[in-house]
C-alpha cells in the first residue's frame, strides 16, 4: 500500500485529549497502522465541518444489494477532490446478535473482511442494534455481502420503509428478572419476518424491541413502534429472612449500586414501602415482616430492584405489548401506548404473529405515506384502533385517566333512531 496522505486537522485533534476513550485517538491509529487514507480523508472533512459548522456529505444516496430494497445507506461526500477516498462512504447495517453476545472468532472474521473492503471503522452499534459498518465505495457492497453470508453467515440489517432490527436485552442470558426469553423471541420475530426487513413493503419504517422486565434496558417503549415488556401476573415471591438482611444492614441496597455515595442505613420504609407508587405494601417493624397488596402492585419493578435477594417477580410470567412509539417529526413525540396488558408468548409464538400482522395489514393498507402507526392511531383514534383493527375489548388499563372533553363519537346502531332524522317531524313538535 502506497504512502497515505494526511491533513492538518488542529480541532478535530483536541478531541484526543481528556480521559474519555477517544474516537480520534483510534480512528487515526487504526489509519497509520493499516495505511488506510479513508481514515485520513474522514477525520479532514470533519475538521472542514467543524470549521465550516456544517455537514460534509451530499443529500441523500441509494445504493444497496440485489435482492433487497434496505440495509445500506449510501453517502457521498461533497468535498470529493479534497478527500477522494470518502468520495462515498456507505454505511452497511449487519444484523446484530440477539443480546449482542459474539464470539472473538466470529469478530475476527468480521474485522479481516472489514479491514480490506472498508474504511475500517465501525459502530458497535448503531441505536437500532445493527453492527454498523462505517464507511466503503458502491463496488465493495456486492463483496461485503457475498462474504458476509458465505463466510460470516450474517446477514444485512433493516433501513427503509421496513421492519428494522430488533433488539432485545439480555434477557435470561445474564439477568434474574428476565420473564420471558427476550433474545428466543427476538431471534424467532426477526427469522419469521426476514422478508419485511429486507424489502421495504410498508408505508413507513417500524421497529420490533423486546425487553424482559418493566425496567425495559431496550428502552422499548420510546424507541420501537411495537414495544414487548416482560411482565407477570401472579406474586412478588418474598424471602422474608432476606428482608430482614437487608433491614438489618447486611445486603446492600440496589445490590450496591449506590456506595459512592453516603446515603445512611438502609431503612426500608424510606425507600421501598414509600417509594411504592401504589402504595400496596407494608413493613410490619414488629413482625419484621414485608407484605405486598399483590392486586395493587403495577410491576414497576422497585422493590425487586432495592431487595434483589428477597424479592422476585412471580412466575405466572407473559409480555405486555405497546404501540405507537416514534421520534417528533412529524406529529409529536410519542412512548408506546398499553395494548395487551398480558399475553403468553411461547414457541412459535403464532398468537403473537397474528398480532403484528393484524397490526400491519391495516397499517400498510390505511396509513399515509410516512406515518408511523403511532401517528396512525393517533389520527383514526386509539378506540377504533382497539377496537376496529386490533379486535380487542377497551378495557380501563388502556386509558392513564379517562377523557376530559365530551366530543364523543357514537356508532349510528348504538343510538336509537339513528341518524336520520326529518326536520318536518321535529318542527310538528316545535313549531319555528
Ligand atoms: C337555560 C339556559 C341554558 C341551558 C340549559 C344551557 C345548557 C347548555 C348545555 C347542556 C350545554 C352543553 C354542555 C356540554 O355538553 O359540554 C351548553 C353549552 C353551551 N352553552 Fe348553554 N345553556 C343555556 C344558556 C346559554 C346561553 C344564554 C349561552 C350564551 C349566551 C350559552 C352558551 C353556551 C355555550 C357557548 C356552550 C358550549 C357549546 C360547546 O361546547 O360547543 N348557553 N349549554
Ligand atoms: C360568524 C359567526 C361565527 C362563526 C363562523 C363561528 C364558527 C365556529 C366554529 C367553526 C366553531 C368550532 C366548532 C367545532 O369545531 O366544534 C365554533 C365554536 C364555538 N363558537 Fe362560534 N362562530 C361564530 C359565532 C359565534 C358567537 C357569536 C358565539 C357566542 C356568542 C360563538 C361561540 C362559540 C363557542 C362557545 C364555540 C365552542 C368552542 C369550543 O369548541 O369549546 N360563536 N364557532
Ligand atoms: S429489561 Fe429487565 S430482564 Fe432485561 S436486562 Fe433489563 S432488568 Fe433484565
Ligand atoms: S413492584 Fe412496584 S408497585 Fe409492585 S409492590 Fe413493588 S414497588 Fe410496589
Not at 459502530?123 to 458502491?138: A, C, K, P
Not at 397474528?354 to 403511532?374: H, Q
Not at 388499563?397 to 326536520?423: A, S
Amino acid at each position: 500500500m502506497g504512502e497515505v496522505k494526511k491533513h492538518d486537522t488542529p480541532k478535530v485533534d483536541q478531541l484526543k485529549t481528556g480521559p474519555w476513550p477517544s474516537f480520534v485517538d483510534d480512528i487515526y491509529s487504526y489509519g497509520e497502522k493499516h495505511k488506510k487514507q479513508a481514515c485520513f480523508d474522514i477525520m479532514g472533512q470533519m475538521e472542514l465541518s467543524y470549521t465550516n459548522r456544517e455537514t460534509h456529505w451530499k443529500h441523500g444516496g441509494i445504493v444497496g444489494v440485489f435482492g433487497y430494497g434496505g440495509g445500506v445507506i449510501g453517502r457521498y461526500s461533497d468535498q470529493q477532490e479534497k478527500f477522494p477516498a470518502i468520495w462515498a462512504f456507505h454505511t452497511i447495517r449487519v444484523h446484530h446478535t440477539a443480546g449482542k453476545w459474539y464470539h472473538t472468532s466470529a469478530l475476527k472474521k468480521l474485522c479481516d473482511m472489514w479491514d480490506s473492503r472498508g474504511s475500517g471503522i465501525v459502530n458497535f452499534h448503531g441505536s437500532t442494534g445493527d453492527i454498523i459498518l462505517l464507511g466503503t465505495v458502491t463496488d465493495q457492497l456486492e463483496p461485503i455481502f457475498f462474504d458476509l453470508t458465505h463466510q460470516l453467515h450474517w446477514d444485512l440489517g433493516g433501513s427503509g420503509s421496513n421492519l428494522r432490527s430488533p433488539a432485545c436485552c439480555v434477557g435470561k442470558s445474564r439477568c434474574e428478572w428476565a420473564l420471558i426469553d427476550v433474545q428466543e423471541l427476538d431471534y424467532e420475530l426477526t427469522m419469521a419476518f426476514q422478508d419485511e426487513l429486507h424489502r421495504p413493503a410498508f408505508p413507513y419504517k417500524f421497529k420490533f424491541k423486546f425487553s424482559g422486565c418493566p425496567l425495559d434496558c431496550v428502552a422499548a417503549v420510546a424507541r420501537a413502534d411495537m414495544s414487548f415488556i416482560g411482565t407477570w401476573r401472579d406474586e412478588i415471591r418474598i424471602d422474608q429472612e432476606a428482608v430482614r438482611a437487608y433491614v438489618r444492614g447486611e445486603l446492600k441496597p440496589n445490590a450496591g449500586a449506590f456506595s459512592d455515595r453516603d446515603w445512611g442505613p438502609f431503612d426500608i420504609k424510606k425507600e421501598v414501602i414509600d417509594l411504592c407508587p401504589t402504595k400496596c405494601m407494608y413493613w410490619d417493624e414488629n413482625e419484621q415482616k414485608l407484605y405486598i397488596n399483590n392486586s395493587e402492585c403495577n410491576r414497576c419493578m422497585h422493590c425487586i430492584a432495592v431487595m434483589p435477594e428477597a424479592l422476585r417477580p412471580g412466575q405466572d410470567t407473559g409480555i405486555a405489548i405497546l404501540i405507537g412509539a416514534k421520534a417528533p417529526i412529524l406529529e409529536g413525540a410519542q412512548l408506546s401506548t398499553l395494548i395487551v396488558p398480558f399475553m403468553k408468548v411461547e414457541p412459535p409464538y403464532d398468537e403473537l404473529k397474528d398480532f403484528i400482522y393484524k397490526a400491519w395489514d391495516y397499517w400498510m393498507e390505511n396509513g399515509k405515506n410516512r406515518e408511523r402507526i403511532g401517528e396512525l392511531i393517533q389520527r383514526i383514534g386509539l378506540n377504533k384502533f382497539i377496537t376496529e383493527v386490533m379486535g380487542l375489548t377497551p378495557i380501563p388499563q388502556h386509558v392513564r385517566v379517562p377523557r376530559d372533553n365530551p366530543y364523543i363519537f357514537w356508532k349510528e346502531e348504538e343510538v336509537e333512531g339513528g341518524w336520520t332524522r326529518d326536520v318536518a317531524e321535529f318542527r310538528k313538535r316545535h313549531p319555528a
